[in-house]
């Protein structure tokens, strides 16, 4: 079993739809948790971290569950601009700062 | 002013060649790394430097060899190249706040070096 497990799509959606990506992670001792967003053929950016409590930046909110491990990132009101693949960060916190990186999600929208 | 720059963007190469990719970052982190992206898009860890420190050395073979002068540097120098090697090879570095926990504040990844071996 892969240590975190995405949906690799692709998403295919219409502008305006709203779309929710999952991640699954297998190492409960993972105290850090990221969404981070790759454009064709550029690098990885942070997109946002996910903290227990959920969190939302505009259009974006992202849930951490705990006791299920899983990782979500909802997009509302898709923008064309959103199409990308999304990575799901997975961290435990240790002096060796290593993370994991899921596969990957992609989602277009189209007009 | 570019936070985490590599060098070369593009490379191509024989095999047998050796070459060696550059990485610095201006954001005073303390922890630096090489990823590698294969022709699957699949995100890798290769390397880690904590403070000029080797602390991850994952499966890799031993004709890649890390340099990190100082933690401001992270270089990789690859021998005998070989067509496998093809990919892209990512640069990133964070920043971890040590002393009560150690927090792990995500990464700021170089723009990529696109080896192709030929």
């Known amino acids: 079993r892969k240590e975190v497990e995405q949906d690799p799509g692709p998403f295919n959606v219409p502008e305006g739809a709203t779309v929710a990506f999952n991640c699954t992670y297998s190492?409960?001792?993972?105290?850090?948790f990221f969404w981070y967003r790759q454009d064709c053929r550029k690098e990885p950016k942070l997109l946002m971290s996910?903290?227990?409590s959920g969190n939302e930046d505009g259009r974006f909110t992202a849930q951490l569950n705990r006791a299920s491990q899983y990782i979500s990132l909802l997009i509302r009101d898709s923008k064309l601009s959103d199409s990308a693949t999304y990575l799901c960060?997975?961290?435990?916190?240790?002096?060796?700062?290593?993370?994991?990186f899921g596969d990957g999600t992609t989602l277009t929208v189209k007009p | 002013d570019t936070a985490v720059s590599q060098t070369p963007k593009y490379l191509v190469t024989q095999m047998g060649n050796d070459k060696s990719i550059k990485c610095e970052q201006n954001?005073?982190?303390?922890?630096m790394y090489w990823y590698k992206q294969d022709s699957k898009k699949f995100l890798k860890i290769m390397f880690s430097?904590?403070?000029?420190?080797?602390?991850i050395n994952e499966t890799v073979p031993n004709r890649f060899s890390p340099k990190s002068p100082d933690k401001a540097h992270l270089n990789l120098h690859i021998n005998s190249l070989e067509l496998g090697d093809s990919a892209v090879y990512f640069c990133?570095?964070?920043?971890?706040?040590?002393?009560?926990?150690?927090?792990?504040?995500?990464?700021?990844f170089g723009s990529g070096t696109r080896l192709t071996v030929v």
């Open positions: 990133a570095s964070s920043r971890s706040l040590t002393g009560q926990g150690v927090v792990d504040y995500g990464y700021t």
């Open positions: 190492n409960s001792a993972s105290q850090s």
């Open positions: 996910v903290y227990s």
């Open positions: 960060v997975v961290s435990l916190n240790t002096n060796a700062g290593k993370s994991t």
């Open positions: 954001l005073g982190h303390d922890t």
């Open positions: 430097y904590n403070n000029k420190e080797l602390i």
